[in-house]
Nanobody, 123 residues
Framework: VQLVESGGGLVQPGGSLRLSCAAS????????IGWFRQAPGQGREGVSC????????HYTDAVKGRFTISRDVAKTTVYLQMTNLKPEYTGTYYC?????????????????WGQGTQVTVSL
């Protein structure tokens, strides 16, 4: 399975972005896929996770009400709609599989990572 992120960029505070994670490979539709952020000089942290069936979602408290994770009908693309962005959301965003409800980036189940897409929230 391979994951490729896209959609990052520069946005002003209060703005919105939609990230995409395109998944390919055998049985990709059976993986729970999540989003993780790595701020400059810091470790990765969990942002959100969506189940393989797309009916269960999890969010870290910092993004609840601001971010929405979703998955297309074919289950091969996962989106992260980010709204009302703040500068502290700046970082490289990675998608990874197979995420769990605690969205722990150190979980051993997370053995597939994308290359990341940069999000910068600044004036």
């Amino acid at each position: 399975v391979q994951l490729v992120e896209s959609g990052g960029g520069l946005v002003q505070p209060g703005g919105s972005l939609r990230l995409s994670c395109a998944a390919s490979g055998e049985s990709v539709e059976y993986y729970a896929i999540g989003w993780f952020r790595q701020a400059p000089g810091q470790g990765r942290e969990g942002v959100s996770c969506i189940s393989a069936t797309a009916d269960v979602t999890h969010y870290t408290d910092a993004v609840k009400g601001r971010f929405t994770i979703s998955r297309d009908v074919a289950k091969t693309t996962v989106y992260l709609q980010m709204t009302n962005l703040k500068p502290e959301y700046t970082g490289t965003y990675y998608c990874a599989a197979d995420c769990t409800r605690d969205i722990d980036p150190d979980n051993d189940a997370l053995d597939i990572w994308g290359q990341g897409t940069q999000v910068t929230v600044s004036l």
